[in-house]
């Protein structure tokens, strides 16, 4: 019986220009001033044989702007990027395996059979476990990057030389992208930096990458996203979306809020929970104080503890909110969080009190 | 009564009092000593029956038919003549009541009588169109269904078997003539006594599927034995999803190979044809098979039936081995699909697995596998499968 390994992705998913379900995998590393706070590089890579690895770096003057006004604002709040937040959310995502992995859309053979025993049973299953943690790895929240509006030289001279913008790119292949010089010499001589829009374009037509369309697609205008939210393909967009844009970006951002939107308008969580966007999209409500939904939704489907941690993350997150407070004083755990937090801040006290109360008879009958 | 188109003849009958009127008087002649005109009123059509005449006609038993001798285009086909004939109608058009007319109108009997010129020229003109009618829908041929090619009987549907002596129905099954070939028996009698042999299969597209030879002088009877006898010995077949085979088999039936290769939904049946119409009626969907050796029908067909009965589910391989049986499908990643667990429990010791595979490899495949493969038909993309 001959047995596969695929490596950790597939890359045969990847062929044939079907770039919808490629497979991208963020890897998050600390840096080595451990002593500072929490600096954290995100990177954004779509493995593939034949491609080079492309990885960004968040340069260091936006991260210490970026630094600085957190610090401002309140000092215990959490950020995305926090050890304790990302378990909360990973826990919340869940781990289907049949979700996971869902038969996707290539070419078909025919499957293949192995004799195993119980043991090697449960070491196939813990394998594809891992493997599953590993593709849902979450896209990073990071803040929108700044406009770039450097004007490097103002040559009277050469105004009026042409009708056509000149873009000087530099092409070393051992430069980071993000570090790259993209110039612009406009027609009236001025010689500036190549905005984000200009630079994304120009590294695509430079090093493109599997899946980027040089332009981006009209998928995402906005009646075209209502067509495909009706057919509950968010996920579909979402894996575009991060093929297509920089995690940064204002496209980006705009079109992951627009999905998670529609999500909350009509309380599709369930769409996303297994994949690896459901941290995002908690993350999103959670910053806009909207988690009723969602903790309707998870006590509707009896899942207590998914509730019981999504109600601590927002304390986490907002911890001069009443409910915080409340819990700060009682130290209050598992159920009475959720009590508490029906009483304060939620606008449907009524089913969250009576699923706690229901939950608790179960586990009042089953101890007995 | 006989009515024949040949003209030189009178429609006379039975009727002494019919020939009494249609026939005219006969002119007085003066005595003349010439011989008498010899008018005979009967001769052999009238003395015969239609049967009869007609087996003078058509001459089926001759010495022309036996052995085989009979030309096929010289064949003649009989006709009813005296369909759409009344008793009482006639050329002259008289009305007999009782016959052509009703006895009581208004309370009295009626009397006979004759039709008008004009009616009776529209009577005849009517049985004439009706006549012409019938001739054009017996000449229009039906469209036979094609079979595997314009001529040949194999692949062609017979519809459901008929229904059993205790009146089960088997409507949910359909049956595939596979072969129709003409057979010679060598007898003391007659030199060479042909009969007719064919190979029908039977199947409701959902594992139950039979076949059976029947062999008779005549297509249509041979045709008609050999589907209900089908029923007779069916087989059912065990099936992956209800869609293709367990495991990849190589059976082998006399001198006939025939290799089957599972495969995964949406592959289509390319086999035979005889094995495609065969895994249609057992209502395998998808499979490669390859027939190696003798195409002889007949053990194409049993290689078939005997392979796949032969086959070894899931669940058996399970409690064979007392393993886990396990799917890994290259769409899904490496996640690992339980598809049979040992009702006794898995054993401890895991299987062994030598480096390289114990199978037997054939060389057809290994040089596709390779690219060295030198035919025309090899890389074909076909639509209709």
Not at chain 1, 32 to 56: G, N
Not at chain 1, 332 to 349: C, G, H, M, P
Not at chain 2, 89 to 113: C, F, H, I, M, T
Request: charged content about 25%; glycine content about 6%.
């Amino acid at each position: 019986m001959l047995f596969t390994t695929s490596p950790s992705i597939p890359c045969g998913s990847l062929k044939g220009g079907s770039s919808i379900h490629s497979r991208s995998d963020i890897i998050y590393s600390m840096a080595a001033s451990s002593f500072t706070r929490c600096l954290v590089r995100s990177y954004f890579c779509v493995k593939c044989v034949d491609h080079v690895q492309t990885r960004l770096q968040t340069t260091t003057r936006m991260f210490c702007v970026s630094a600085s006004r957190s610090s401002f604002v309140d000092a215990p709040k959490a950020q995305f990027t926090d050890t304790e937040v990302q378990d909360i959310l990973t826990k919340i995502t869940g781990l289907d395996l049949k979700k996971v992995f869902r038969p996707i859309r290539q070419q078909l053979t025919p499957p293949k059979y192995k004799l195993v025993t119980d043991t090697e049973l449960e070491e196939a299953v813990r394998k594809a476990e891992e493997q599953a943690k590993h593709l849902l790895k979450m896209p990073p929240v990071l803040p929108e990057r700044k406009p770039i509006n450097d004007v490097l030289y103002e040559d009277q001279m050469l105004e009026g030389m042409d009708t056509a913008k000149y873009v000087f790119t530099d092409i070393n292949f051992n430069v980071p992208h993000r570090e790259r010089f993209i110039v612009v010499r406009e027609p009236s001589g001025t010689l500036r930096k190549a905005t984000w829009n200009e630079r994304d374009r120009l590294i695509q037509v430079y090093f493109p990458k599997e899946g980027r369309k040089i332009t981006p697609p009209p998928i995402f205008k906005e009646e075209n996203l209502r067509v495909v939210f009706e057919q509950d393909r968010h996920e579909d967009v979402l894996n575009q979306c991060i093929v297509q844009f920089e995690p940064d970006s204002a496209e980006f951002k705009n079109v992951l809020m627009l999905t998670y939107e529609d999500i909350e308008k009509h309380g599709k969580y369930d769409l996303l929970r297994s994949t690896r966007f459901f941290g995002g999209l908690t993350w999103h409500l959670v910053n806009g104080r909207r988690i009723d939904g969602l903790l309707v939704d998870m006590l509707q489907r009896d899942l207590m503890q998914d509730a019981v941690r999504l109600v601590h993350l927002f304390n986490l997150v907002h911890p001069q909110s009443e409910s915080a407070q409340q819990a700060q004083t009682q130290q209050a755990t598992d159920l009475d969080l959720l009590k508490i937090y029906a009483q304060y801040e939620s606008n449907r006290a009524g089913f969250i009190e009576l699923a706690v109360q229901t939950c608790e008879q179960a586990k009042a009958l089953s101890s007995f | 009564l006989l009515s024949t188109g040949v003209g030189a003849l009178r429609a006379l009958g039975g009727a002494a009092h019919l020939s009494h009127l249609a026939r005219r008087s006969p002119p007085q002649y003066a005595p003349v000593t010439a011989a008498l005109q010899q008018n005979r009123h009967s001769s052999f059509f009238n003395k015969l029956t239609a049967d009869e005449l007609w087996r003078g006609v058509l001459a089926e038993s001759g010495a022309g038919a036996r052995k085989g001798r009979g030309k096929r285009t010289k064949r003649k086909i009989k006709k009813d003549l005296n369909r759409g004939q009344n008793l009482g109608e006639g050329r002259a058009g008289y009305l007999w009541p009782g016959l052509n007319s009703p006895v009581y109108r208004d309370g009295s009997v009626q009397k006979p009588s004759q039709r008008g010129e004009a009616e009776q020229k529209e009577v005849t003109a009517a049985l004439e169109r009706q006549r012409d009618e019938w001739d054009k829908r017996r000449k229009t041929k039906i469209k036979r269904e094609r079979g595997w090619t314009g001529y040949s009987w194999g692949g062609i549907s017979l519809g459901p078997p008929d229904p059993g002596p205790n009146g089960e129905t088997y409507e949910d099954f359909d049956s595939r003539v596979i072969e129709v070939k003409s057979v010679f028996n060598v007898t003391a009698k007659e030199s060479r006594k042909r009969s007719i042999s064919a190979l029908v299969a039977v199947g409701n597209g959902n594992g139950a599927a039979g076949f059976a030879l029947g062999k008779a002088a005549d297509k249509n009877t041979a045709l008609r034995k050999a589907k209900n006898r089908a029923m007779h010995y069916l087989y059912y077949i065990e099936r992956y999803n209800n869609h293709t085979i367990y495991h990849d088999i190589e059976s082998k039936f006399k001198r006939t190979t025939l290799r089957m290769k599972k495969q995964n939904k949406g592959y289509g049946l390319r086999c035979h044809r005889a094995v495609i119409t065969l895994c249609k009626l057992i209502g395998i969907e998808d499979m490669y098979a390859k027939v190696d050796g003798s195409v002889n029908l007949l053990n194409i067909t049993r290689a078939l039936f005997h392979g796949l009965a032969n086959q070894e589910t899931h669940q058996n391989l399970a409690d064979k081995k007392k393993l886990n049986v396990v799917e890994f499908r290259a769409e899904q990643g490496t996640l690992p699909i339980v598809v049979a667990r040992p009702q006794l429990g898995a054993r401890k010791e895991p299987e062994v697995e030598d480096d390289v595979p114990n199978t037997r490899l054939h060389w057809a495949d290994v040089k596709a596998s390779q690219g060295v493969k030198r035919s025309v038909w090899a890389g074909v993309k076909r639509t209709i499968w």
